[in-house]
């Protein structure tokens, strides 16, 4: 008996006493031309960014981010040409928070840049 009633007790404990998992939030943006040529997507699993070439125009993707546990901000480009991805995984700790922009990029001409967007890992 006194062993049904520890299990019983190790059951209710484990149930009234598991952390709450923490959700992260996941976003994207698209450069500003009118369509989504240039897309970035935070995927709050794994903390990636992944930049997107959406439109054969002959411009890169370009991915500018500040993260709040970083002391430098980043940038990276996707010159990969239409339908490419290039992942860049942040290997961020939980709770932290990322923000970031999407443009096209041509060269060295960085344009058609989407406002800043948040995620948290």
């Not at 940038?75 to 990322?98: K, L, Q, W, Y």
Request: include cysteine; proline fraction near 2%; glycine fraction near 10%.
């Amino acid at each position: 008996m006194r062993k049904l009633l520890v299990v019983v007790l190790a059951a209710v404990a484990s149930v009234l006493f598991v952390p709450a998992a923490y959700a992260g939030t996941s976003s994207s943006a698209c450069s500003s031309e009118g369509y989504c040529a240039a897309r970035v997507v935070f995927d709050d699993h794994g903390e990636h960014l992944y930049a997107h070439d959406e439109r054969a125009d002959g411009h890169g993707v370009y991915v500018y981010y500040e993260r709040s546990d970083a002391p430098n901000d980043g940038e990276f480009t996707n010159r990969n040409g239409a339908g490419s991805v290039v992942d860049h995984n942040m290997s961020m700790p939980e709770g932290s928070t990322i923000s970031y922009y999407v443009c096209r990029i041509d060269g060295n001409d960085i344009n058609n840049c989407s406002g800043w967007t948040h995620g948290t890992a």
